[in-house]
């Protein structure tokens, strides 16, 4: 767990310190509660300020952490294992950020909280690579290169207006194009299952938090919003990918083992 905690770690608190200088001061992100359907409760404390949305980030750390512990029963080499954890330890990271930016309404927390997301997409590929190549031949270099990628496609924020929906989209896209393949090669009905949900979740995440208000007209919504759905739709979204991938990691190197032997 150490090489996946220190490898985690050193980027994030390189973005941390990136986003408090003013790098990133021309980009678009949303600094207001009226941003968000959900009310505020004035007399509860900031980091409770909409306790829906700031609560469902402990979804996130529960999730994280069933993720991370290693389960009994299941078999693992040492670089599988650091492929869960690392998967674990980006949800981890990834709720204070989100609840830091509800709290205090900043520019620098925001923004990570953009930031972040995509070497989170971009850690699917990375481990469906791992996948389709085995223990054998699969080259820590080249995750490293895929998420160095991903980092500074950020940097597409600071060119348009909508940089980030782009590359949030191009790693949307790549990580569904890379689950459908290795599906394909290496699937079966339960595993099919997961990728299912998961694409589902991804839906979810991303059409609700968009109708957010719209949706507020409606009671059903109206104190457990479209925003806070979503983010229950994000974290199942993380929950059955970890379904899928480890589904598939375990069915693909012991087919690699079987034939082997």
């Not at 900031?46 to 469902?56: S, W």
């Not at 924020?157 to 569904?176: I, S, T, W, Y």
Request: hydrophobic share 50%; charged share 15%.
């Amino acid at each position: 767990m150490k090489s996946a905690l220190l490898h985690v770690s050193l980027p994030f608190a390189l973005c941390v310190a990136l986003t408090n200088t003013g790098l990133f001061d021309e980009v678009e992100v949303d600094l207001s509660y009226e941003h968000y359907a959900e009310k505020t409760v004035d007399y509860l404390p900031g980091f409770l300020a909409m306790p829906f949305n700031c609560l469902v980030n402990l979804g996130y750390i529960y999730m994280g952490l069933t993720w991370l512990v290693r389960r009994r029963g299941i078999r693992e080499t040492t670089q599988s294992r650091y492929m869960r954890e690392v998967f674990a330890l980006m949800a981890l990271f990834y709720a204070p950020v989100q609840w830091t930016r509800l709290a205090v309404l900043r520019r620098a927390p925001a923004v990570l909280d953009q930031w972040f997301t995509l070497p989170i997409f971009a850690w699917v590929p990375v481990w469906i690579s791992f996948i389709e190549s085995g223990p054998g031949k699969w080259r820590a270099s080249h995750a490293a290169a895929l998420e160095l990628c991903s980092i500074l496609s950020y940097g597409l924020a600071l060119a348009h207006q909508r940089g980030f929906e782009v590359a949030l989209g191009c790693h949307v896209a790549l990580a569904l194009y890379k689950g459908v393949r290795v599906q394909l090669v290496h699937g079966d009905s339960r595993s099919l299952g997961f990728l299912l949900l998961a694409m589902l979740s991804c839906a979810g995440f991303v059409v609700l938090k968009l109708l957010d208000h719209w949706l507020a007209q409606y009671w059903l919504f109206q104190r457990l919003t479209g925003h806070f759905w979503s983010k229950v739709c994000d974290v199942l979204q993380f929950h059955f990918s970890f379904c899928f991938l480890t589904t598939q990691t375990q069915r693909a190197h012991g087919e690699t083992g079987a034939r082997q032997e």
